[in-house]
């Protein structure tokens, strides 16, 4: 009780901001499979997108506002608020935007989707340390069937929040999707002699947004998702099932993408998207040498996340980072990776960065052949 009135006015002062950097609700759209969407029509903007002056936010890194939000953080009575405030505030953000949060959740939570965990769960699995963490609001992270039935109003939530003046929910996904799909498209066939995407692995696929958007755009390769939580890949297979049978079933594969276990050299295209400001660096470290192991000589490998020279993420309210901050634990290790550097040491050449939409930057780079 003591807590009710602090965390409402706080909740409160957080969907306000998260509100008035969001657009106006359109129309009801969710019904829409993302996924499905066609991104080739979608308005093209690539590159076009606003960089700010500065190297990456004040929000992060060694700064005297960083230190402060991370102390703020730290102090765990106000910690727990800001979680709670933060998970009140991203639901009824959605809800104002056409994003069914608790209808969605609910659908799949009353679904057959149990079913799939023993096709999909690997039981020799060992969790890294970093994943077993509370994430994202949650206190079991991503390993829940909460987190999982969730992740799909997370997501299109994500895409809202990054295109807020888009007309509808349709457009931001089909502008973010379809700008990352065209850089990769882009970079493949401008540095790979045989521009033929046959294989492609989606590290970190979550419920199969981006692996259901990569299958669609390259129809004739085989497509492979795989993560760590096998609650979302429930989730993704039990989704699968429901759509119209693709020539290629997408495969689901539980494991780590630090160590997947699969056939070097085998894939044309390794995409890892979101996935990042989600690891310590040691984590990005080894999922970009995987990467590189899988992929063929040729082989594209395609980074999507946080940018840091987004001028909108420069400028971000300090009610609002301190929430992103408040629920992503590994922000500043995101945002203090050299990912350029990284990626040069794991051996890859032509690497190339882009903003692909006002938040967030897309880097592709190629195995040498
Ligand atoms: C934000 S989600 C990715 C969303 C998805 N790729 C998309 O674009 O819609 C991040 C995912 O990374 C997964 N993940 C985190 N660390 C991983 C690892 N080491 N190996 C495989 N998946 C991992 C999490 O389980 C989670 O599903």
Redesign the pocket.
Known sequence: MALSSPLQNLSALIAASANAAAAPPRRRSWAVDAAASDTSTAPVQLGGYEEGKLERPKWVGETPLSRLVQTLISFKPLYSILKLGARRALISTAEKNNIPWREMAKEILESEVYREMDSIQNQSLVY?DY?LNPFHAYEEG?LTWLAAAEAEAA?MSMARRALPDASSLEEANQILRGNWLRAIEQHHTQYSESSVISDIL?????VG??TRYLADKFPTAKVTG????PY?LAVAQHKQKKETPRKFPIRWIH????DTGLPSESFDLVSI???LH??PTR?MVN?VKEAFRLLRPGGTLALTDFSLKSKVLQELSPVLFTLVKSTEPFLDEYYLTDMDQTLREAGFVNITSILTDPRHVTITATVPQ
């Open positions: 890294p994943y991503n997501t989606d590290i970190g696929c979550s947004i981006s795989l993560d760590l939580s979302f494991a780590n993408g630090e998207a979101f996935v989600e690891c984590v999922l």
